[in-house]
């Protein structure tokens, strides 16, 4: 759950209290998180676990036997688990873990998944899942569907979910139906349905801290759900491990500009037109640099190679784009690298090619649909 609920309530709480004694005893934590997690074993991992609102990740190379783990989870102040931390199961198939408050009153449960298998390469975006949690201000704590997130299979019969910066959006617009997020799915695709991002206004709130839209966007990684940084272009986490050499990005899109750019301050950005991107990244990973972001995922010298589109423009029609990756920083594959699983790729999509900085057109609208990575 994002922190940003719980320092409302904190402050509701506060406010409570103002002009009475206050005097009993501390409420107990209404938080149920797993916020850390731990192998024994750490030469397993070949990047660091991932943790989301219900899942808990550990990515491992396909050679490691998974049939007696005894993964330790940190919580949320006062929270308890079931199975405890530390029990040994069999992760051949992911393991459910469900966390208690320590006020007893709420529960989440979390999939945890030892990860050996590339991510998918082909993309369809026909599959979605919601994301949903209770709504404190408006539903009386009842269960929410906020917003889509793509999913895809992959080769080994495995699911792949896409991250988007729906969860930050969601912070201005919580209200808001799932279909009218920045990232959602559309109908009339180029076969079946496709994707929708779609560059928007994110209101006062967004305003003030000077994040006044929110491009559309889909990528291979994950947002971060830790809202309270210095610069929001570090929530997105680009890039997961793939052990092959990628060599093209296919696809299809369609695209509309916004009427209007404008800068972090709102102010019109004079003479210049709103324009997309799509782009990926193959890159090797380290302990200091596990994936990429929205400052440096185009010019971090750990990239190896890149492929971007160049070519491109507005189109009412679906428009069919191959681009090919070329290699960045002088760098080469190293087989054993790859093998290890050390390297990882990132594709990234956006309505507005200066998102990240919080520069656009608000109804800038790119469609993005059957989409193929193709590797050797």
Request: aromatic fraction near 12%; hydrophobic fraction near 35%; charge should be negative.
């Amino acid at each position: 759950m994002l922190k940003f609920k719980y320092s409302l309530l904190a402050a509701m709480a506060l406010l409570s209290c103002t002009f009475t004694s206050c005097i009993q005893d501390e409420a107990q934590n209404a938080e149920a998180d797993i916020t850390a997690c731990a192998l024994t074993n750490t030469s397993m991992l070949i990047r660091t676990p991932v943790i989301t609102n219900d899942e808990v990740k550990f990515y491992i190379n396909g050679w490691n036997d998974v049939t007696k783990l005894a993964p330790t989870f940190t919580l949320t102040d006062g929270a308890t688990i079931e199975p405890a931390s530390g029990t040994v199961r069999n992760f051949m198939t992911p393991q459910t873990y469900t966390v208690t408050s320590q006020d007893g009153q709420w529960k989440k449960t979390y999939k945890v998944s030892f990860i050996s298998d590339d991510p998918a390469t082909t993309y369809h975006f026909e599959k979605i899942k919601y994301f949903v949690e209770k709504d404190y201000i408006h539903g009386n704590g009842q269960d929410k569907e906020y917003y889509q997130i793509f999913t895809d299979n992959t080769s080994d019969g495995g699911i792949m979910d896409w991250a988007s910066g729906n969860a930050g959006y969601k912070i201005t617009h919580s209200q808001d139906t799932p279909d009218t997020y920045p990232t959602c799915q559309a109908e009339n695709g180029f076969i079946g349905k496709c994707v929708k991002l779609e560059t928007k206004d994110t209101g006062k709130l967004g305003k003030m801290f000077k994040a006044p839209i929110a491009a559309g966007n889909l990528f291979t990684g994950e947002f971060s759900s830790n809202l309270f940084v210095a610069n929001m272009a570090t929530l997105t986490h680009f890039g997961v491990p793939f052990r092959k050499t990628p060599t093209y990005l296919t696809g299809f899109y369609k695209y509309k500009a916004g009427a209007k750019v404008t800068d972090a301050n709102l102010d019109e950005v004079k003479g210049q037109k709103d324009t997309f991107d799509v782009y990926a990244v193959f890159f090797e990973t380290s302990k200091d640099t596990p994936y990429l972001d929205g400052t440096n995922s185009l010019t971090s010298p750990n990239i190896v190679s890149m492929a971007r589109l160049t070519e491109k423009k507005e189109t009412d029609e679906w428009t069919f784009f191959s681009i090919k990756f070329q290699p960045m920083n002088g760098k080469t594959i190293d087989a054993n690298k790859l093998k290890e699983g050390k390297y990882s790729l990132a594709i990234v999509m956006s309505s507005s090619i200066d998102g990240a900085k919080f520069i656009g057109a608000v109804g800038s609208t790119l469609y993005i649909d059957e989409m193929e990575l193709l590797y050797e």
